[in-house]
């Protein structure tokens, strides 16, 4: 399935060969595999990506290539990639950390089309693609109690690129679950893609709550 293109599959190697299950560890074949798949915009082997640029297993330290990495991983639902992506900014330089930004904000994943050549007619499903996204507002009573954290939503991005059917995974209360929403509906998504074409997908997104960084 890897070699036909399948995203889950790639990363599912990658992860193999990193950690070294039925096979030797081999680094630098984990980042190929999971290259394959970050490219197709699958969020855990963006993550897994990013985290080896950060750490210079299987390929040279790049804090750059790194923050990139996890910045689109973190745009697409997963939560630890936001907390590395963090982390990993109070190493980079000003300068660093803007082209990473640049980078994120560029970059392509593969078009449909060739996702459909590689393995979509195995089931291959491409993950839905975040174009334009809106940080969400502070409530007046989150802001007086201080309160920071992260509220998770589930959605639906159907074929239109339409985000539907949002609901609240993990609740921070005192409004924030309310603005995370307001600021969620006025995100741009491309769908998901089967077979070449848009399809319904589900996904997960992340909204971070700081004081000083949300409005």
Not at 71 to 84: F, H, M, R, T, Y
């Amino acid at each position: 399935m890897a070699d036909g293109g399948n995203a889950e599959a790639e990363f599912k190697v990658g992860v193999m060969y990193e950690r070294g299950e039925g096979i030797p560890s081999q680094p630098k074949q984990a980042v190929n595999w999971y290259r394959k798949a970050a490219e197709q915009a699958y969020a855990h082997a963006q993550n897994a990506l990013g985290m080896l640029y950060a750490k210079g297993q299987g390929v040279l330290q790049d804090y750059v290539q790194a923050h990139m990495w996890l910045n689109l991983a973190s745009a697409a639902g997963e939560i630890d990639a936001s907390k590395e992506r963090d982390k990993l900014a109070d190493k980079m330089t000003p300068v660093q950390i803007a082209e990473a930004q640049r980078l994120a904000k560029e970059w392509m994943p593969t078009p449909p089309q060739e996702q459909a050549q590689h393995g979509d007619h195995i089931g291959n499903t491409s993950a839905p693609v975040v174009l334009y996204k809106v940080d969400p507002d502070y409530s007046e009573k989150a802001r007086k109690k201080k309160l920071a954290g992260t509220v998770v939503l589930r959605l639906i991005v159907d074929s239109h690129d339409h985000a539907r059917d949002i609901s609240v995974v993990k609740r921070l209360g005192r409004g924030l679950d309310e603005k995370a929403i307001e600021a969620l509906q006025q995100w741009k998504f491309r769908p998901g893609y089967r077979e070449g074409k848009p399809v319904s997908t589900q996904a997960t997104i992340a909204m971070n709550f700081r004081i000083g960084k949300n409005r």
